[in-house]
């Protein structure tokens, strides 16, 4: 069973709107991180955002931020006022310590239309 | 500061050709990885080094694969011989540890294409 589920292979959002990446895990682990990273047509990947199972706190950073619900083990990636240059794919992963792996989802595919 | 490093950034050989990747991680770092990037998928890990001990290469194929970090800093992947399904961006990541909340960075990655 995949770990990472990422529902959305491709998304088109005009410029300016905000977006929503969604990403639902699977673990039986108390203690998790869940990671978003932007990779562009250079093939890089950036890392965006953390959030830890324990946090009580949505994680923000800059124009992202995350949308964590543990209950339903979900952990979406919102983009707000998004810019042409935020065309990517977007990974989301998580960290499981007793495996110590990061394990990544299939990625969404996002274009931001003039 | 500077990011981790890999090269060459493209290679193009043909199937049997022998072929090393080189990883320098970012100063510090202690943890680092290797990842296998098909196209239109995520990473998935072949090694993750602990300094220079290989503490997971449950991934790793072993009849042509093999990886070393000799001093516990950068890192070298090889394939021998190289077939035409290993065509891929290999990627190399680092991270301070391995706690939960320890982000990993990667690299610009290796595009691999075998003839």
């Known amino acids: 069973a995949q770990k990472i589920t990422q529902t959305q292979p491709g998304m088109f959002v005009q410029e300016k709107e905000a977006v929503t990446l969604d990403c639902t895990y699977d673990t039986s682990d108390p203690s998790y991180g869940l990671f978003w990273y932007k990779q562009p047509s250079s093939g890089e990947m950036i890392f965006l955002i953390y959030q830890g199972s324990y946090d009580q706190q949505n994680a923000t950073e800059g124009r992202y931020s995350l949308n964590f619900q543990k209950a339903r083990k979900s952990a979406n990636l919102v983009i707000s006022a998004s810019q042409l240059g935020d065309s990517a794919m977007y990974f989301c992963?998580?960290?499981?310590?007793?495996?110590?792996?990061?394990?990544f989802g299939k990625g969404t595919r996002l274009h931001i239309l003039p | 500061e500077a990011g981790v490093v890999q090269s060459p950034r493209y290679k193009i050989i043909e199937k049997k050709q022998p072929v090393a990747f080189w990883c320098n991680p970012i100063?510090?770092?202690?943890?680092l990885y290797w990842y296998l990037q098909n196209l239109g998928q995520g990473p998935e890990l072949l090694i993750r080094?602990?300094?220079?001990?290989?503490?997971?290469d449950s991934q790793l194929p072993k009849d042509r694969f093999s990886a070393e970090r000799l001093k516990g800093v950068d890192s070298t992947l090889k394939i021998q011989p190289a077939e035409l399904g290993d065509s891929a961006v290999y990627l190399c990541?680092?991270?301070?540890?391995?706690?939960?909340?320890?982000?990993?960075?990667f690299g610009p990655g290796t595009r691999l294409t075998v003839l």
């Open positions: 990541a680092s991270s301070l540890g391995t706690r939960r909340t320890d982000t990993q960075y």
């Open positions: 992963a998580m960290r499981e310590p007793r495996d110590d792996k990061i394990i």
């Open positions: 080094y602990e300094n220079e001990e290989a503490v997971d």
């Open positions: 100063s510090g770092h202690n943890t």
